[in-house]
């Protein structure tokens, strides 16, 4: 169950996103003086064997690209998803969720951990989990998570580094928030400042997300073709 993978000899592999993902997860966990910094190096530095990275305006579109996911995704799938705090994870397990089918809302996990969202149409459930408050791999176990793994798609917000070894290919999607003008010409996100001036009722404006979709594993190597197809983003 705690195989790691081994998608690095993959002939097709394309050069990690290791810098940008590795980035994103630290900073926000530095931020909070919670979990390790090792994210990438816990993927063994292993190469994925499709990456595909795109641009995404907004919380809609955040969700359309979940929606679009989730017709690639099968039964006994993982996908790790990682980003900082408010990067928009949740909201792409939305779409996910809708694309899938699945009985809602899908909202937050934080406080039960993971949540098992069943499939209105007789296809894979979604098992929603947020590790952001587990510190170990071990945690991750304890959890009995992959109860249910083999007959549904299982998606981990802050899972990077910790949950990878429950499956034998992992789809790992990181989401980036483009700081550096937007920030500086507009101060701090709204939500982060406590202000709703102008924003959606939860404090927010739609904000452009850059987002690497990497898949690992054998998995994902036959699936690579698939995967450049349903995501209009640039290969690498
Ligand atoms: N391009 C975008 N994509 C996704 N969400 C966006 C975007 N622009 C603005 N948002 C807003 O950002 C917020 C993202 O919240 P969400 O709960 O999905 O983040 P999260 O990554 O799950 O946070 P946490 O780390 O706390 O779990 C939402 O309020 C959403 O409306
Ligand atoms: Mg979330």
Redesign the pocket.
């Known amino acids: 169950m705690s195989e790691r993978l081994s998608a690095g000899q993959s002939a097709t592999a394309e050069p990690a996103p290791s810098a940008a993902s590795g980035g994103g997860a630290d900073s926000?966990r530095g931020d909070d003086g919670a979990g390790s910094a090792d994210g990438a190096e816990m993927a063994g530095g292993a190469r994925p064997a499709v990456s595909v990275r795109l641009s995404?305006?907004?919380?809609a579109?955040?969700r359309q690209l979940g929606a679009r996911l989730a017709g690639l995704l099968r039964p006994a799938d993982l996908v790790v998803?990682a980003?900082?705090?408010?990067?928009?994870?949740?909201?792409?397990?939305?779409g996910i969720g809708e694309g899938l089918g699945v009985r809602g809302p899908v909202t937050?996990p934080?406080f039960v951990i993971a949540r098992v969202h069943p499939s209105l149409r007789g296809g894979p459930d979604l098992v929603h989990a947020?590790a952001?408050r587990l510190g170990s791999r071990l945690e991750v176990d304890d959890l009995d998570l992959d109860a249910d793994l083999d007959h549904s798609v299982t998606v981990v917000?802050?899972g990077e580094g910790l949950v990878e070894g429950l499956a034998s290919g992992h789809l790992r999607i990181t989401?980036d928030r483009p700081a550096t003008e937007s920030a500086a010409m507009t101060g701090p996100p709204a939500?982060l400042a406590g202000g709703t001036e102008g924003g959606?009722e939860?404090?927010?404006?739609?904000?452009?997300?850059s987002v690497t979709v990497a898949g690992y594993g054998a998995r994902w190597e036959s699936a690579a073709g698939g995967l450049r197809l349903a995501l209009p983003g640039s290969a690498g």
């Open positions: 926000a995404v305006p907004g919380a579109q955040m998803l980003g900082s705090l408010g990067a928009g994870k949740t909201t792409l397990v939305q937050s934080t947020d952001y917000e802050w989401i939500a959606t939860d404090g927010t404006e739609d904000q452009p997300r």
